[in-house]
């Protein structure tokens, strides 16, 4: 199965982005719903998921990501 733009649809794409990251409305305090925000190009259809990844990974290894990120521990 491709999860291209090309080869799928708005609603496929939705899926592949839940399925992919999982429970985003479990115990947590905030990280799980910025992740899903982050694939929101590629739901609607304006990026690939390799270029949102490519940058995602430039900023994490230049530094420049945010600074700060929530926790995801339940309960600190």
Do not use: F
Request: with cysteine; proline share 1%.
């Amino acid at each position: 199965m491709s999860i291209l733009i090309k080869d799928t649809t708005r609603e496929e794409r939705e899926k592949i982005v839940a399925d992919s990251i999982g429970n985003i409305s479990g115990m947590c305090d905030g990280c799980m719903a910025g992740l899903a925000d982050m694939y929101q190009d590629y739901i609607d259809g304006k990026r690939e998921i390799r270029e949102i990844n490519m940058e995602y990974r430039a900023r994490y290894v230049s530094g420049n990501g945010e600074k700060e990120r929530p926790s995801c521990s339940y309960g600190e």
